[in-house]
């Protein structure tokens, strides 16, 4: 069963290497050049992601988020050429999944594509989360709240070790800082960033991961983090 | 409401003189009436006042003056003289000319202070669009050629050469782009220094058509045309980016007119599409100012006829939007250069 994707795009060029791309990597393709195309392919086509560019011709592409937010779960990948960090605030907190910054590789794209859907594929599965995670040196207990690095028991406060499970169950994903706050913190947390950054400078001294050049947790400045390495099993 | 203050910079002395006159004649009025001659002062000053709120700082002093002078020769003893007996009367105008000064020193830090606040705020817009405008080619150019490192041994040799093609295209228009925006930095410096050569137009206006390769346009030549007085490259540029304006906007064809009205050799570009609001035609050579309203909407970048502006003004030259006399009428855009006259040539 292929997987298919819509791109909401208007230029021509962006579609052509979509288009080719995607489809060499055995997606199903299809476009829409305008907002109210593209919600109504979402409508008929219900495709198994959207991949949107917020700059279009009709409607301004948040809307057309919101609008496709009050009916739907797709995962949205939104394409932007801005990058104030207020913008991709609103848009992850107007029901984006994750964002991409004009220019942009193939391969990043494909990345993002794919760990959207997997995302996709574990939630749609009943909620059966394993107990271990695994991945190269690190490995999380999560019955008995153990982690262990290179071989070695870390000791990790409660909220440390709910944070490290939190990003390290989606690998690639982007979790905002406002959903890490809420489940950790609880909703009236939802502004204090600073204990964030404490906690997770404090989960990255323990990893022994450098922030400018992470093996594990990677910073999205201003918006969130994302888990790099990929499980083992 | 701007125009009447365009008109009041440009004739700011006269303004400040009716102002001045205006005030006095009111002042005459009460003063004759039942108001003393502090009063009188007041008046004067609320002129003053308005004069350096609407004019320069020259005229503002030259009101305050005009005040002084006009209350030392109507209000106090002896009159119609330009002596003063009474002690109060001098202070009065003393006080009266110092806070004319004052005035007029504030209002002009004030209009310097929002003058450099438009242009630090013009600034950071044409940043925040020139960034934006860059990101949109250079996003095709990146994400096709990876794809093509990515994949290049699964595409068949069709899709390799869409690719291909397709990054080409967008480098051109990323390199027109950037032509553009370095001439309306250029010109906004004021730093157009060229070199011209008196030569025909038909070779550029060709060598812009073989550059567009639209079958949409349609060229419209009332020969003889003399020759102009140019720097070839940029006439072509702002030659290209009203055609390419005039084909992104409509769907029909682009008419390109070219006639000699003594002393003027004129060219036109028409296009059929929908054309412009009447209370946005003032703007269409703005810079960076542009129909589509921030990321969404067909449009420009607001850069070309801006630049196409700016070149035909260094050359001595006129451009205008020609007034839509019908519903149906094109919108067209008139450049006039002045002919070279034959015994030149």
């Not at chain 2, 003032?282 to 070309?304: A, C, I, M, P, Q």
Request: hydrophobic letters at 45%.
């Amino acid at each position: 069963m292929q997987q298919r994707i819509l791109l909401i795009d208007d230029e021509v060029q962006i579609r052509r290497f979509m288009r080719i791309s995607l489809q060499a990597e055995g997606f199903a393709y299809l476009e829409a050049s305008t907002a109210r195309q593209g919600i109504d392919m979402i409508a008929l086509e219900s495709p198994d992601l959207v991949i949107l560019d917020l700059g279009l011709p009709d409607e301004d592409g948040f809307k057309v988020l919101q609008t496709l937010r009050s009916w739907s779960n797709l995962p949205v990948l939104v394409l932007t050429a801005r990058d104030a960090e207020e913008e991709k605030v609103k848009l992850l907190e107007g029901g984006a999944n994750d964002y991409l910054s004009k220019p942009f590789g193939i391969r990043e794209l494909i990345a993002r594509v794919r760990v959207l859907l997997r995302d996709l594929k574990e939630s749609s599965s009943e909620e059966t989360t394993p107990a271990r995670l695994v991945f190269n040196e690190l490995e999380i207990d999560i019955p008995n709240h153990q982690v262990w690095h290179k071989a070695q028991l870390l000791t990790l406060s409660r909220k440390e070790f709910a944070l490290l499970v939190m990003l390290a169950r989606h690998p690639g994903r982007l979790i905002t800082q406002q959903q890490l706050l809420t489940s950790i913190w609880g909703k009236s947390h939802v502004e204090d960033t600073h204990y964030l950054r404490i906690f997770v400078s404090q989960l990255r001294k323990k990893l022994q991961d450098n922030a400018d050049d992470p093996t594990y947790i990677l910073t999205e400045p201003g918006i969130g983090y994302r888990f790099i390495p990929l499980p083992l099993c | 409401m701007q125009r009447v203050f365009k008109a009041l910079e440009k004739y700011h002395y006269l303004a400040a003189l009716l102002i001045m006159v205006l005030a006095l004649l009111v002042s005459l009025l009460l003063g004759n009436w039942f108001l003393p001659p502090l009063g009188v002062l007041l008046i004067l000053q609320l002129g003053v006042g308005v004069v350096a709120f609407i004019g320069q700082r020259a005229s503002a002093i030259l009101a305050g003056v005009f005040g002084a002078v006009a209350f030392n020769y109507f209000f106090t003893e002896p009159r119609y003289t330009l002596h003063m007996h009474e002690v109060e009367d001098t202070v009065s105008m003393l006080v009266f000319l110092v806070i004319a000064l004052l005035t007029s020193q504030l209002a002009m830090l004030y209009r310097r202070q929002q003058a450099e606040l438009q242009h630090t705020r013009l600034r950071s817009s044409i940043l925040l669009s020139v960034s934006h405008d860059l990101r949109t080619p250079l996003a095709s150019i990146i994400g096709t050629l990876s794809t093509l490192q990515a994949y290049r041994e699964r595409l068949p040799a069709a899709e390799q050469d869409e690719l291909i093609s397709g990054a080409l295209e967008e480098s051109h228009r990323l390199h027109h782009y950037i032509e553009n925006v370095l001439q309306a930095t250029k010109i906004q410096h004021g730093a157009m220094n060229f070199t011209t050569t008196i030569q025909p137009l038909m070779p550029i206006v060709q060598q812009v058509l073989k550059r567009v390769d639209n079958p949409r346009i349609r060229l419209d030549v009332l020969p003889p045309l003399p020759e102009v007085k140019v720097r070839e490259s940029l006439l072509a540029q702002a030659l290209y980016n009203l055609v390419d304006n005039a084909l992104k906007y409509s769907r029909a064809a682009v008419i390109l007119k070219l006639r000699f009205a003594a002393p003027w050799v004129e060219i036109t570009v028409m296009d059929y599409g929908a054309g412009i609001p009447d209370t946005l035609r003032h703007k269409v050579f703005e810079s960076f100012y542009s129909t589509r309203s921030g990321d969404s909407g067909e449009g420009g970048t607001g850069l070309g006829l801006t630049v196409a502006a700016g070149i035909i003004h260094a050359h001595q030259g006129h451009i205008d939007l020609l007034p839509a006399t019908a519903p149906d009428a094109p919108f067209a855009v008139r450049i006039r250069l002045p002919a070279v006259p034959e015994e030149q040539a």
